[in-house]
């Protein structure tokens, strides 16, 4: 499946309500195509803390906008890339 384009996406998430800290990781999450971020990546990029990151993470996720995989130079950890 093919990402969607930057109207398409603006479009599709005027309904789903996201929070600032959202669209700014998914923003990051966008910019870094099939390649995908660690946690760890994501928190150097913003400022900002830990538990935000993973909350933002989450809801994303359960908004199906982003996927997570297992990382596979570090298993014990994932990489989130956009859905």
Known sequence: ???????ELR???????????QM?????????????????????KVSFAPRTV????????KKKLIKRVPCLQDMRQYIYIPA
């Open 24 to 44: 700014i990781v998914l923003d990051i999450l966008r910019s870094s195509g099939k390649d995908g971020v660690t946690p760890k990546q994501l928190l150097d």
């Open 54 to 61: 993973r909350y933002a993470l989450r809801k994303l996720l």
């Open 11 to 21: 479009e599709e998430l005027k309904d789903m309500k996201l929070t600032k800290s």
């Open 1 to 7: 499946m093919e990402m969607m384009t930057d109207a």
